[in-house]
């Protein structure tokens, strides 16, 4: 199995920045597909961004911008660059993957907060 492992959230000023990491083991993050999905209380979760195989990425329009997803294939780490944070922006985040095969996300870290105020 995958396993994947947040870090890097805490709380943030209105206009900051945050970086948050996501180490995958059990495989490599250049065979899985992978995305950073955020949930707010009350609200159902969303996909923020993903990156394929290719390193092209993905985003939902209200982070266009102002939130890059990366990738580092050597340290099988996958990254969120958060610029420009919002209060609407605050949540948990969680790094997700999926094999190209499966058409669901099957893997799930913890989950990292992430408060903008």
């Known amino acids: 199995h995958v396993q994947l492992v947040e870090s890097g959230g805490g709380s943030v000023q209105v206009g900051g920045s945050l970086r948050l990491s996501c180490r995958a083991s059990g495989d490599t993050v250049g065979k899985i597909y992978m995305a950073w999905f955020r949930q707010a209380p009350g609200k159902e979760r969303e996909g923020v961004a993903a990156i394929d195989r290719a390193g092209s990425p993905t985003y939902t329009y209200s982070v266009m911008g102002r939130f890059t997803i990366s990738k580092d294939n050597g340290q099988n780490t996958l990254y969120l660059q958060m610029a420009d944070l919002k209060p609407e922006d605050t949540a948990m985040y969680y790094c997700?993957?999926?094999?190209?095969?499966?058409?669901?996300?099957?893997?799930w870290g913890q989950g990292t907060q992430v408060t903008v105020s």
């Open positions: 997700a993957a999926r094999p190209y095969w499966r058409g669901e996300f099957i893997y």
